[in-house]
Structure formats: C-alpha cells, structure tokens
C-alpha cells in the first residue's frame, strides 16, 4: 500500500475513530471551559493543534537521546518542560496579535501546558514505539481531531444555552449529555479502517 495512504489513515484513525477527547476523555477541561462561544473553540484547537505537533516533533528525537543515555525514565518530566516552553512562546504571540482571542482564551491557554491530550499524545508515540512518521502522523491527527470535537462541541453548545432547557440541565449538565452523546456519535466511525 502506499505510503502517503497510510499516512493518510493514520491521521484519519487519530482523528475520528481514536479521538482522544472522546474516547479517552483527554482534554476535557479546555473542552469544558472554552467551548462556550465557537472563536475561542477555534482559537483553542488551533493552539492545541500547533502545540500537539511541535511537541511531538521535538519530543520524539529527545526520547531517542534518553534512550541512548539509557534514561528513558525521565521521558514525561522532559515533555512537561518541552510543552510548557512551547506554550509560552504560543502565548505570547497570541497575547501580542491577538489580544481579543488572548482575552477569551483567558486562563485555558496556560493549561495546555497541562492538557491531557498534548502529552498523551507525546507519551503514547514513544510507549507505542512509533517512528517519527507514525508519530507525526498521530499528532496531527489527534490534534485536528481535538480541535474539530471542540469547535462542533461550541455549536452546539450555543444552540443549547440558546434553548428552553430545564433550570437543572442548564451549563454542564447538559454540556456533559452532549459531550456523552457526542461521544456515541463517534462510535459510528470505529469500523471505518
């Protein structure tokens, strides 16, 4: 087969069928928090995408440094200061091009330096084993995949405050009935590849 295709379905798997926000539950408070009006949802995946990517772009040749050093117990803590130095630098970029979108972002941006998905995805391309290609791969995937789960999450999520719901389902409540609902709607794509 191809290489490009299976490139391709790597991306397509990470995206859709392993979507870490929904099937692992990865990210889930920027996904909370942020996915009340759709710029900021957009805002965010896009960062969360930029962020997933350099990370385990960078993260995968230092594993194989600590893997020569024979220190590969140091792998997370390594990504925890590699991710929290890219953060920095997206935040303030933002904050200088942007200040609306810095503004609503507000506190969740800082928090990707702690977000799930960001260093799941850098850990489980080295416990997987995955070469560098798989590895982008599953980056870009899963950081798409994040980023197109919150935005259609913020669609929604607007008609619904929009809505005549009951005072007890109101905010997260019935945040979180959609994000289970949404979570099932996505079970559609498990037999996909």
């Known amino acids: 087969m191809n290489y490009v295709i299976i490139f391709l379905l790597a991306i397509l798997n990470a995206m859709l069928i392993n979507n870490v926000t929904l099937s692992r539950f990865y990210g889930i408070c920027p996904f909370l928090g942020v996915s009340k009006k759709s710029s900021s949802a957009l805002g965010m995946g896009v960062a969360v995408i930029f962020v997933i990517i350099v990370a385990s ?7 194989q440094l ?20 890219i953060v920095q630098l997206i935040e303030m970029i933002i904050k200088k091009y942007s200040p609306s979108l810095y503004k609503s972002l507000g506190v969740y941006l800082p928090l990707i330096t702690t977000n799930c998905a960001v260093l799941g995805v850098a850990q489980g391309n080295t416990d997987q084993a995955l070469n560098f290609a798989d590895s982008m791969a599953n980056a870009i995937g899963t950081g798409v995949g994040f980023a197109l789960v919150i935005f259609v999450f913020s669609t929604i999520r607007y008609r619904l405050d929009a809505g005549d719901n009951p005072r007890a389902f109101k905010g997260i409540p019935i945040a979180l009935i959609t994000a289970a609902l949404m979570a099932m709607a996505f079970l559609g794509f498990s037999g996909l590849i």
């Open 57 to 63: 772009a960078i993260c995968w040749p230092i594993y």
């Open 66 to 85: 600590l893997k020569l050093a024979n220190i590969q117990f140091m792998d997370t803590i390594t990504y925890i200061l590699v991710i929290a130095s």
